[in-house]
Each structure stands twice: as structure tokens, then as C-alpha cells.
């Protein structure tokens, strides 16, 4: 008889906590071990549709990250967007999700471990049955959340969690922690969640890197046009720079940061040119005025890709600063950061006691 998969469910209390990093950082150290995994998000939210099918980007590019073949990938089962919650109050989709759920994810074969994505915080999925409990309940899951640390406030989101999925939640993993809070995470808020039953698996340091954005991105967010260097623009952007002041101010302000895109007047040349002798890895020039032909020289000179938006700056700024706020991992250096901090700061030998997945066994 085909051996029967364990199931572990990564979720998370609120949106953009890390759960695809850990997800891609874990599958590499279960893969390390020789774990045999499978990999599946039930509730898909980057759809994009090609001429056979709606696959989710976020299962695409982790199936692709870890060389999963296809009999190791479960089908997304349900494309939350506005147009299926108006259907399932409309009546109009009556889909049993936990039966599809158990059928599709069930039918993997042979492997040791199923890694399942949840929605975005602990209640996403409830109008079709999939909510992050409902789907350990229905799967016999355990789960693993993820959150993203802002101050010891935490421990009452976790404590929440806890009392709502009680067995199931097997521990958890605090990411994005500032060096300064370090201490007293480790010192009090952990002790204090193991004694609540809730083991801390993993707490990762945070990184500028893993909050940075690609130049394409925010080519893609702001509609941009690209003036120059269209070849550069998987650079990554680590910080935001306006460039509103005069130039003196800024090429001061320019020099306290790193990896930056400046946003400045299309008018402003003396900023663009501060800009361009300093750590920026794009300029995004508002009001879709053109730059001198020596700014654009001197860009293609230092292989700084120029944007230009029809905006002023202010919208310009908000969605840059969303953008950043919603950082997905899908860049290669991206990838290679996650399993650097996930191989150093989680404990994986103590994961797969909990799983009795039997460590011993497999490779040190």
C-alpha cells in the first residue's frame, strides 16, 4: 500500500508575514533532509490565466524553485477575488471545498510530507470552508503560522491562535525582527510561549533584501515608461528617496542611504543629477517631463534605469511605498536569502520531532 503523507499547513495572522519565504526556506531544508515533499495552496490570489488553465504565481514559481514535478503540485482549488465571493452569495457557486480539498490533496502519492499555503491571516477562505482551521481539521493538518514581529503586542495575536486551533498549531516562526528587539524576544516573549504550549521554531533577523523590491516591479505598479536602461531592471531597491529639497540638502540626504529609488520633478535636473552620483538604483521622474539628453547619457553611463510617470509625486510615493509593503519573493537573490536566514535561525531537527518524521534517519 502507497504510504500515507503527513500534512503541514503554513499559515499566518495577518497578510505579507513571510508565509511564501518560509515556505520556499523550509521545502529547501526538508529537501536537505531528504524529506520527500509534495507542495499545494488551496486558495489562489496571483492568478494568471494562460490558454489551458488559472494557475496561481506563487505556486508556479515555489513548484519551480524547488524542481517538483508535476504529481507533487495540488491543484489550486478556488480563485478568491471579488467575482467568486458575489457567486457564493449569489447561490450560484455551491462547490463542497472540504470534499475537493480531501480529494485532490489526499491523492498525492507517496510522498512524506504535504506542504499546504493558507490564506493570508486566519480567517481567509471562511465563506467557502477553507478557512486555515477548516482546512487542518478537514486535512488532519498541523499548522505552522508565520508573523511578521512588530512589538511584544504579538503575543495576544498568537495567543488567539492558539485557542482557535488549539492541537493543530505545532509552532511557530517570528520573522522580520529587528536587531534591537532581539533580546527581549528571546529573554521573554519566547519562554512565555513555549509555556503556553507554543514552540518557537524559528526567529529570523530582518532583511533588507528580503523588504526590497525589483526596479521591474515598480516599472509594473507605476505604469511606468522606462527612458534608459530597460536591461538593468532587475535591480533591487531597498529604499525610497524624495527628491523635493534643494540640491545641497539632498545630495547630503542621498548620501545617508543605499540602493534607493528617487522620486523627483521631471524639471528638477540638478536632484536627478545628485541622484545619479549617489547608491540609487532608479530615478522615477514625475510629471512625464523628459530629461535632458546629458541625464540620459550619463544614466546609460552608470546603468541606472529612468522611469517616467504620469503622476505627481505624492501618488507616486504611496504606491512605491505600498509596493514595498507587499514584497513577494521571486527574485533568484531573493530565494538564496531566505535559505541562508531559514537554514541559520529555524530548527528544523525539532520540527520534524513534532512531525515524527524521524530526523535520525535522515541526513544531518
Known amino acids: 500500500m502507497p504510504k500515507s503523507a503527513k500534512h503541514l499547513l503554513i499559515g499566518s495572522t495577518h497578510a505579507y508575514s513571510g508565509k511564501s519565504a518560509t515556505v520556499l526556506g523550509l521545502s529547501h531544508l526538508l529537501q536537505q533532509k531528504r524529506v520527500d515533499i509534495a507542495y499545494g495552496k488551496p486558495i489562489g490570489t496571483f492568478l494568471k490565466t494562460s490558454a489551458d488553465a488559472t494557475v496561481d504565481e506563487d505556486v508556479q514559481f515555489i513548484a519551480a524553485s524547488l524542481n517538483l514535478p508535476e504529481n507533487r503540485v495540488a491543484p489550486t482549488l478556488l480563485a478568491l477575488n471579488e467575482q467568486s465571493v458575489q457567486k457564493r452569495l449569489r447561490g450560484e457557486d455551491t462547490t463542497n471545498y472540504q470534499n475537493a480539498l480531501t480529494q485532490q490533496y489526499l491523492q498525492i502519492p507517496n510522498s512524506d510530507l504535504v506542504l499546504l499555503e493558507g490564506g493570508s491571516d486566519l480567517e481567509e477562505g471562511l465563506l467557502f470552508d477553507l478557512s486555515l482551521r477548516q482546512i487542518a481539521e478537514a486535512m488532519d493538518a498541523t499548522v505552522l503560522l508565520v508573523i511578521r514581529y512588530q ?214
Open 151 to 364: 512589538s511584544l503586542l504579538a503575543v495576544e495575536a498568537l495567543l488567539s491562535a492558539k485557542q482557535r486551533l488549539g492541537s493543530n498549531l505545532i509552532g511557530v516562526v517570528i520573522n522580520d525582527v529587528p536587531t534591537k528587539s532581539l533580546s527581549d524576544l528571546e529573554n521573554t516573549l519566547c519562554p512565555f510561549l513555549e509555556e503556553q504550549g507554543i514552540p518557537v521554531l524559528g526567529i529570523l533577523p530582518e532583511s533588507e533584501l528580503l523588504r526590497s523590491v525589483s526596479v521591474r516591479e515598480l516599472v509594473h505598479q507605476l505604469n511606468a515608461e522606462v527612458l534608459c536602461r530597460s536591461d538593468r531592471l532587475d535591480l533591487m531597491v531597498e529604499s525610497l528617496a524624495i527628491g523635493a529639497m534643494n540640491v545641497n540638502s539632498a545630495v547630503k540626504y542621498f548620501r545617508k542611504r543605499r540602493n534607493m529609488a528617487v522620486v523627483t520633478g521631471g524639471d528638477r535636473v540638478e536632484i536627478q543629477q545628485a541622484a545619479l552620483e549617489t547608491s540609487t538604483q532608479c530615478l522615477i521622474l514625475t510629471g512625464k517631463l523628459p530629461p535632458p539628453a546629458f541625464i540620459l547619457h550619463r544614466a546609460e553611463e552608470l546603468e541606472i534605469p529612468i522611469l517616467s510617470v504620469d503622476l505627481d509625486t505624492l501618488t507616486t510615493v504611496e504606491i512605491v511605498d505600498h509596493t514595498f509593503g507587499q514584497v513577494r519573493v521571486h527574485e533568484p537573490i531573493k530565494v538564496q536569502c531566505i535559505r541562508h536566514l531559514m537554514a541559520k535561525h529555524f530548527d528544523i531537527n525539532r520540527l520534524l520531532t513534532l512531525l515524527d518524521l524521524n530526523p535520525a534517519a535522515a541526513v544531518p
